[in-house]
T-cell receptor, first 114, second 110 residues
Framework: DVKVTQSSRYLVKRTGEKVFLECVQDMDHENMFWYRQDPGLGLRLIYFSYDVKMKEKGDIPEGYSVSREKKERFSLILESASTNQTSMYLC?????????????FGPGTRLTVL | DQQVKQNSPSLSVQEGRISILNCDYTNSMFDYFLWYKKYPAEGPTFLISISSIKDKNEDGRFTVFLNKSAKHLSLHIVPSQPGDSAVYFCAASSDYKLSFGAGTTVTVRA
């Protein structure tokens, strides 16, 4: 079974703090993704990575950065957390990018910024 | 602007009956369409997909229909079971990206 794990299920941070969300997958997938899920908006892509040290912006990259130093690990960084970044964050991985690329999701991290 | 829309936020259906979930899209370049199912406190899991060159794909109780001229797809679940109670996301693929709808919460009543 593909397994995608996220470091925390729930996280509470203060405005201005630097926040790290970690994601690890065990299926040797090339591609990894970070989404945020908000009510009424579905899942929106923040960043994705198609190889180690490679990254591409998604639809809403502002206020976020990412790091992929190892194939199995993809980190999302909030340099200075703000209240509008309170959300559910979902990590996913995929063996390929094109053609109906089924993505495998982690359980999510619910981040609250106070 | 959202390129994939699920206009019904919720659906309630009796056990054993058919559930029909709808999804509309605006981008004619989408080449695959996928449905994901999400339980509370879990990540979405892949359910079924359809290529843009097909109009129907069936997998057990789940069937997805695609109407390209109307830019519309639907997911049929027959018969609905209590374990089908979840949030269902429609997603569309173009190049490397998946664009998701807002989701439809399905409740199956006993």
């Amino acid at each position: 079974d593909v397994k995608v794990t996220q470091s925390s299920r729930y996280l509470v941070k203060r405005t201005g703090e630097k926040v790290f969300l970690e994601c690890v997958q065990d299926m040797d997938h090339e591609n990894m993704f970070w989404y945020r899920q908000d009510p009424g908006l579905g899942l929106r892509l923040i960043y994705f990575s198609y190889d180690v040290k490679m990254k591409e912006k998604g639809d809403i990259p502002e206020g976020y950065s990412v790091s992929r130093e190892k194939k199995e690990r993809f980190s999302l960084i909030l340099e200075s957390a703000s209240t509008n970044q309170t959300s559910m964050y979902l990590c996913a991985s995929s063996p390929r990018l094109a053609g109906g690329n089924e993505q495998f999701f982690g359980p999510g991290t619910r981040l609250t910024v106070l | 602007d959202q390129q994939v829309k699920q206009n019904s936020p919720s659906l309630s259906v009796q056990e054993g009956r058919i559930s029909i979930l709808n999804c509309d899209y605006t981008n004619s370049m989408f080449d695959y369409f996928l449905w994901y199912k999400k339980y509370p406190a879990e990540g979405p899991t892949f359910l079924i997909s359809i290529s843009s060159i097909k109009d129907k794909n069936e997998d057990g109780r789940f069937t997805v229909f695609l109407n390209k001229s109307a830019k519309h797809l639907s997911l049929h679940i027959v018969p609905s079971q209590p374990g089908d109670s979840a949030v269902y996301f429609c997603a569309a693929s173009s190049d490397y990206k998946l664009s998701f709808g807002a989701g439809t919460t399905v409740t199956v009543r006993a």
